[in-house]
């Protein structure tokens, strides 16, 4: 196999020895390659399935997708979202630190006053003193959650339109229409969450579903309705693409 410069190599987890990073599976022990080259911390690592994120890095904790199907690699138009929502993660847990110091400086605030009314006696001064301090604290307090909900709301913001972005790769590199299962085993979630993407590429009119004569449901995308060869798969992408940039655009409008 012919190895570009940029190309990885990784160690197989069951096997220990050296595997391209493209290969599905190890060619010695046949155990199947999950890692991959995380966008934030940049190690070749495995990710997990997150409550928040939906899926992490095992190394740094960034949001991440699951390896996808070789087959269907992705354009990687979701590292951008991905590194959106890192930052906003980031940001998030300075904030939370933000609202952790005030909250000790509110209360050691307030602790000594009581101690000291204890032993000697409370004087205005004093008391204006601690009035200051656990006035700051609260304001920190205030400001800093409302920017770690902010943060909460961009980083889940941003994790949709990641997947939403593979999602629609995937979905584009389909032939014709597929199932649930199809895209699970594609994307390399499972089932729940495959429903999830669908619902969701299928509000943000990605994807259309019809029941099967078998009465089941599957899916295909919008923009290939009427093109049928091969070649327009790039084409659809930058439509895609397009139709989530405006997306996008009508999205910080209405943030603002
Ligand atoms: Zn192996
Ligand atoms: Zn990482």
Redesign the pocket.
């Given at each position: 196999m012919m190895v570009s410069p940029g190309a990885f190599s990784s160690r197989c987890r069951s096997c220990g020895r050296e595997i391209t990073a493209e290969a599905p599976n190890c060619p010695h022990c046949g155990a199947a390659n999950l890692e991959e080259r995380?966008?934030?911390?940049?190690?070749v690592?495995t990710a997990s399935q997150d409550k928040e994120m939906r899926w992490h890095?095992?190394?740094?904790?960034?949001p991440?997708l699951p390896r996808a199907d070789p087959a269907f690699r992705r354009s990687k138009r979701e590292v951008m979202h991905l590194k959106r929502a890192e930052g906003a993660r980031r940001a998030r847990a300075k904030s939370r630190a933000f609202i952790f110091g005030a909250s000790m400086m509110g209360f050691g605030s307030t602790a000594l006053l009581g101690l000291w009314g204890l032993i000697f006696s409370f004087s205005f001064p004093l008391v204006l003193t601690w009035a200051l301090f656990a006035g700051a604290a609260a304001l920190v307090i205030v400001w800093a959650l409302g920017r770690s909900s902010n943060a909460t709301k961009e980083l889940k913001a941003a994790i949709d339109q990641a997947w939403m972005a593979a999602a629609g790769d995937v979905a584009n590199r389909m032939k014709g229409a597929f199932s649930a299962q199809k895209l699970a085993q594609a994307m390399g979630i499972d089932e729940v969450q495959a429903e999830e993407m669908l619902a969701l590429l299928e509000a943000n009119d990605v994807i259309r579903s019809d029941v099967t004569e078998a009465g089941e449901l599957a899916y295909q995308t919008k923009f290939r309705v009427g093109a049928v060869d091969t070649g327009a798969g790039e084409v659809d992408l930058e439509a895609l693409a397009e139709a989530e940039a405006i997306a996008e655009e009508q999205r910080l409008k209405a943030q603002k």
């Open positions: 995380c966008p934030h911390c940049n190690a690592t890095c095992d190394l740094c904790g960034g991440r």
